[in-house]
T-cell receptor, first 113, second 115 residues
Framework: AQSVTQPDIHITVSEGASLELRCNYS??????LFWYVQSPGQGLQLLLK??????LVQGIKGFEAEFKRSQSSFNLRKPSVHWSDAAEYFC???????????FGTGTRLKVLA | NAGVTQTPKFRILKIGQSMTLQCTQD?????MYWYRQDPGMGLKLIYY???????DKGEVPNGYNVSRSTTEDFPLRLELAAPSQTSVYFC??????????????FGPGTRLTVL
């Protein structure tokens, strides 16, 4: 079955610390992978995406993610977190032959000053 | 270029009432989607459309209806509102280029409460 798992419901980090949000997927074909961010009361904004090619992808706001096919993972990273990064983060998977996404349940990030 | 717009932002309904959530996109995207977001549940697909005049059910279509008479508009209709439909609703759109289904763009959401 196709699915996306974000194991961490909540994560708290101090401002300036590094961040890694985990995402594992199960998908029968070549996956398209996405990370979205949702600030309070807002819609979802695309941070980055992976379709093919270089497995390390750069996104907006200083985020990056690495696709690891052997581990079925697409973890999101940022070397130094800013207070404005506090939000909810969603991982999603799609495929070349489908326009439907499967979303994870989200990870809520809290940043301590 | 406004992207995806949704109205209203907030609404409170009584049980049994009906309403239409509006969604418009100005990016000439052929694909449009309606999701609902419940706490801790991620996003669930309600309905989607692959072009004007073509719609299909997603994961959780019961209690909802849609139409797509134009490329730009994709309204979601709730008939006989129930407390279980209390949620945040997001409209999204995407563009198919060749064989690629590109990223989805989301509207700001409609927060609906049914009492």
């Amino acid at each position: 079955a196709q699915s996306v798992t974000q194991p961490d419901i909540h994560i708290t980090v101090s401002e300036g610390a590094s961040l890694e949000l985990r995402c594992n997927y199960s998908y029968g074909a070549t996956p398209y992978l996405f990370w979205y961010v949702q600030s309070p009361g807002q819609g979802l904004q695309l941070l980055l995406k992976y379709f093919s090619g270089d497995t390390l992808v750069q996104g907006i706001k200083g985020f990056e993610a690495e696709f690891k096919r052997s581990q079925s993972s697409f973890n999101l990273r940022k070397p130094s977190v800013h207070w404005s990064d506090a939000a909810e983060y969603f991982c999603a998977v799609g495929g070349s032959g489908t326009y439907k996404y499967i979303f994870g349940t989200g990870t809520r990030l809290k940043v301590l000053a | 270029n406004a992207g995806v717009t949704q109205t209203p932002k907030f609404r409170i309904l009584k049980i049994g009432q009906s309403m239409t959530l509006q969604c418009t996109q100005d990016m000439n995207h052929n694909y449009m989607y309606w999701y609902r977001q419940d706490p801790g549940m991620g996003l669930k697909l309600i309905y989607y459309s692959v072009g004007a005049g073509i719609t299909d059910k997603g994961e959780v279509p019961n209690g909802y209806n849609v139409s797509r008479s134009t490329t730009e508009d994709f309204p979601l209709r709730l008939e006989l509102a129930a407390p279980s439909q209390t949620s945040v609703y997001f409209c999204a759109s995407s563009l198919k280029t060749g064989l690629a289904y590109n990223e989805q763009f989301f509207g700001p959401g409609t927060r609906l409460t049914v009492l």
